[in-house]
């Protein structure tokens, strides 16, 4: 019995059935149904063998060789994973549509067997997972060492006093004042108002007067920042555009000492409208990044905000930045309309500040007399420190090494989140806090003599020129 006619007939049912489920079309296909019903038609006789022997085999001159019958199966497969079009469209196109990865499905009775394109359906996860963010306990932070308080607590420390350092160096507010930096930004009302008499002087000179005299004995214990605003422009509606969109940082923040006050405060005069929210939003550019530090915004002002703004929301914006120390006073100079006494009063109380009302060049100097003295107490702790803490160092570096380990076993939990970066920008920030103490300290300890004949001098002018409270 020969075996090749079964075989070819099987060939032929296998071809048909795939010419139904796959409407093979082509030169190809009518080939190959060509090939076959020849061989079939020039068959021999029933006994005779088709191979010879295995090392002559006997090749029919019609018959497909290997390669086509490879290319054949190779257009077959190729047909039977596109997706099968709707027969009209098939009919007008005279070939098969194969779609798109993004498209949607021709019509509703697309073949639900066929998976769809792996594009065609956005991921969810990118726009409905929010980012993480960092629980609200992270910047609670009493003593400003930049700790957070639990983790401190945990670390057996209490977070409420810089408990390294002897008792009787201790700050009543609780922060560490070798470590924490002062800066102080004095922002200045320039308007047309502050030309009026105060006294035996105007507002602004007076203010010039006072300030000069702020920088003579802060500026080698505080970085001082001057900010003015109002001296643009004049006060008219016409001068009111360019008055109220000018601020003014005059000089470096910090660079400012008494060598170069006096040119600083000759670069301006009173002139215009009084945009006291724009200067604050200023301030927060300059101070909103001071992590670590003691930041006051020192306000003096004759009046409210004239250029439509919201001061008192911009000072609380100011006052509650995580992990930024900074508070916001106002000194209201011969400020009696009740008005304008509510508002300036509000601007401190938002900024978690304190309010004065200055009348006379004397009250004026009582005002800055309270920053003056909290610039001086700080530094007076430092120096104690230095002078009375012999395991300063040691201690604070155990309370930073239990911390970072703490945080870092919190990043562990998901280390390549969002929250994982934020607490490794955390500890930055303690390992930069950590070594500014122990620099601070060092520096101290060095020339601690020669720092405390200089305070003690300091000492002698601020009483001179702000009273000694």
Known sequence: MLWWPAF?????TLFGSMMYSYRVRGISALILLGVLLTCIACSGPADEPAIADNNQPTVEPTAATPEEEVLVEEELIEEAVVEEAPDAESESSGEAEVEEPTAPPPTAEADV???PPPTAEPEPTMT????PVLDPMWFVDSDGNLI???????????PLIDDCAPAMCQMSDGGSALTQEQNVLIVLDASGSMAEPFGSET???ASKEALRDYV???????????LVYGHEGDNTEAGKPES????????????????NIEGVLAQFEPNGWTPIARALEAAETILGEKVGAVNRIILVTDGLETCDGDPVAVADRLHNQPNIDLVVDVIGLGVTNSEEVSQLASIAEAGGGTYYSAQNQEEFRQSLGDSVDEVFNRANFAFCIVENGVNYNVCTNTLYNRSTIRIRQEILKAPQSETADQLDDLIEAIELNRETADASF????????????DQRERDLQRQELFGDE
């Open 203 to 205: 507002r602004m000179s």
């Open 8 to 12: 070819l007939s099987g060939q032929i």
């Open 216 to 226: 003579l004995v802060t500026s080698d214990l505080a970085n001082i920042g001057l």
């Open 128 to 131: 409905a997972t929010p980012m």
């Open 244 to 259: 109220c969109d000018i601020v003014e940082l005059l000089g470096e923040f910090g660079s400012i000492t008494p060598v």
């Open 442 to 453: 060092e520096a101290y300890r060095d020339d601690l003599e020669q720092l405390l004949a």
């Open 148 to 158: 957070p308080d639990f983790i401190e607590e945990e670390a057996g420390f209490d």
């Open 113 to 115: 067997s066929t998976a």
